[in-house]
């Protein structure tokens, strides 16, 4: 059974410029409507004798648009089957400007230990141009009304690869964040989405691109700056204060099973993954016709299974156990500096996981033949 619970929560206050994930945009949250369709999921798709689990994960969208209450009914739901053990790790994804007082600690009453804010920038235009629904002040803000809230185990996203017109200093934005001491810190490049407003932007030549020197430059950067402020970068996106890695992404990053609810969700019992309906209305509608809201599954084919342990071995600094052959694969990067091999261990380095792709395919062709 999965010890590993993922529940999408849809909702967002508008769409980022960005953003191509399956998000329901609702000015007022139908949180009695979605806590109701969640409860059916449970009821049809969970364990009916509760199984202990160690962590559980709101993410979206935004789940901090449930609100105080909203967020420690999903909880209640969710624990009906899914037992959090007593030391489990219980994060929702949350915008700034939803951390309140009251809603802080509603969510620690019941039970959530960690937070994920969407920080992204300190840079009013470069928000302003996200479409993200706060400014720079609101990022220290929610993380002094979390801590003031006993929640302090508080990571933060930022995105790097702005387009260059925008004249975000990235430097700046690191330095900003360390002096507000998360214990995390989730890092993820521009990626330019068909269908996005980005895209039309880009596809119409408003804005473009950042280059991939540009990325590179920012990727190293990032790692340099926090590694010697003492953060272990532990996954090729991801930085933690040695005590505070994500354990809900480790599970996922060691391919181990979990449950996953709500709309778009994909969960993994260890052999084939399992997808919901995408979109927020076609599951719901599913659901209140008693109907299983998935969409598909997929058993992995042994060349997939292949694939996934090089991929996921390679993004984390767990690395990767050698198997017969290897090494002649991975002589000419060792010579360029992106691995290294260890006790029979291949880790990438940082300059590595910038062709972690590149990477992962040589050992996979490798290895499949
Ligand atoms: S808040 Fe997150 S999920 Fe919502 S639109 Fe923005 S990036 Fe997408």
């Given at each position: 059974m999965p010890r590993h619970v993922y529940v999408h929560v849809p909702f967002c206050a508008r769409r980022c410029s960005y953003c191509d994930f399956s998000i329901a945009v609702r000015r007022v949250v139908p949180v009695d409507e979605y806590l109701g369709a969640l409860d059916t999921e449970l009821r049809l798709r969970a364990p009916q004798t509760p199984k202990t689990v160690d962590t559980i994960?709101?993410?979206?969208?935004?789940?901090?648009?449930?609100?105080?209450?909203?967020?420690?009914?999903?909880?209640?739901?969710?624990?009906?089957?899914?037992?959090?053990?007593?030391?489990?790790e219980i994060t929702i994804e949350a915008n700034p400007e939803d951390v309140t007082p009251d809603a802080a600690e509603a969510w620690r009453q019941a039970g959530v230990n960690r937070l994920s804010l969407g920080g992204q920038s300190f840079d009013a235009g470069a928000l302003a141009w996200m479409h993200r629904t706060h400014g720079p002040e609101a990022i220290a803000s929610a993380m002094e009304v979390a801590r003031a809230a006993d929640i302090t185990n508080l990571s933060v996203d930022l995105i790097f690869a702005l387009p260059a017109e925008l004249r975000r200093n990235w430097q700046s934005d690191i330095e900003q964040l360390l002096k507000l001491n998360p214990s995390h810190i989730s890092l993820y490049g521009l990626t330019i989405e068909a269908g996005t407003p980005l895209g039309r932007w880009v596809d119409s030549r408003i804005t473009v691109e950042a280059s991939e020197e540009?990325?590179?430059?920012?990727?190293?950067?990032?790692?340099?700056?926090?590694?010697?402020?003492?953060?272990?970068?532990?996954?090729?996106?991801?930085?933690?204060?040695?005590?505070?890695?994500?354990?809900?992404?480790?599970?996922?990053?060691?391919?181990?099973?979990?449950?996953?609810?709500?709309?778009?969700?994909?969960?993994?019992d260890g052999a084939a993954r399992r997808w919901n309906l995408r979109h927020y209305a076609a599951w719901r509608d599913a659901l209140s016709e008693g109907r299983d809201p998935g969409e598909g599954s997929e058993t992995?084919?042994?060349?997939?299974?292949?694939?996934?342990?090089?991929?996921?071995?390679?993004?984390?600094?767990?690395?990767?156990?050698?198997q017969s052959g290897d090494e002649s694969v991975i002589a000419p990067?060792?010579?360029?500096?992106?691995?290294?091999?260890?006790?029979?261990?291949?880790?990438?380095?940082?300059?590595?996981?910038?062709?972690?792709?590149?990477?992962?395919?040589?050992?996979?062709?490798?290895?499949?033949?």
């Open positions: 994960y709101f993410g979206g969208g935004t789940p901090s648009r449930l609100g105080g209450q909203g967020v420690a009914r999903a909880i209640e739901l969710v624990s009906r089957y899914f037992a959090p053990a007593v030391d489990a540009g990325y590179a430059e920012q990727f190293l950067t990032a790692h340099s700056l926090l590694t010697e402020a003492g953060f272990e970068h532990y996954e090729v996106s991801n930085f933690a204060r040695p005590t505070s890695k994500s354990r809900h992404n480790s599970a996922y990053w060691t391919a181990a099973p979990y449950a996953a609810l709500g709309p778009s969700a994909h969960e993994f992995l084919s042994a060349e997939n299974r292949v694939a996934e342990a090089v991929y996921l071995g390679l993004r984390t600094t767990n690395g990767l156990q050698t990067w060792i010579r360029e500096g992106w691995v290294t091999l260890t006790n029979e261990t291949i880790r990438c380095t940082p300059t590595g996981w910038l062709r972690l792709d590149a990477l992962a395919a040589a050992l996979t062709h490798h290895r499949s033949r």
